[in-house]
């Protein structure tokens, strides 16, 4: 849908231009965290979702495929469902419990 | 499907952490691309939609929903597909084409 809609653009603008706006639109996405207003919550997860799948598009990632290839119902690095990992609070001074 | 996986310990983690590992997986993604090896990228696209559907989890937001009712085929300011919106190459400075 994405492809469709804004690829286009998307392939103009380039991988930089498309992550800045990535990262921008996660930006957002906190504000509106912070703010706690579901209708524009809602609204900014969408655009984040929206900018990953032209940034994937832009890089002929298959998002779908690559989300299930990784996380196909048990977590990728203890194998299980639920997750079993060692808890981790944030990523700061920590290794990702997911890489 | 993250949900099952993680939501207990993004439940414990919070608001705060939860979006602080999706702002660092989104970091670790705009390294990947300058990398641009296609196995590492796909693995932190599917990083950071895992990150994204954790923390929608844990503010109760349907992040399928959410995406689908403001990208429901056409483009949510012009209203077209393909979008016809002016383009705009980063966000800096600039309106976002899709706020």
């Keep these: 849908m ?3 809609l804004y690829f286009h653009k ?3 603008r380039g991988v930089k ?3 800045d706006w990535l990262v921008d639109e996660t930006r957002e996405l906190g504000e509106a965290l912070e703010k706690g207003d ?4 809602e609204s900014e997860f969408a655009d984040v979702i929206a900018w990953l799948a032209s940034l994937a ?7 779908q495929k690559a989300t299930l ?4 119902n048990v977590c990728p690095k203890c194998k299980r469902s639920p997750c079993q990992c060692p808890f981790k609070k944030g990523p700061k001074g920590v290794s ?3 890489l």
């Design 57 to 63: 598009n832009v890089v002929n990632v298959d998002l």
């Design 69 to 72: 290839d990784k996380y196909a």
């Design 10 to 12: 998307d392939f103009d």
């Design 38 to 41: 579901k209708k524009q919550l």
């Design 2 to 4: 994405m492809r469709r």
């Design 96 to 98: 990702a419990p997911r």
């Design 17 to 19: 231009g498309t992550y």
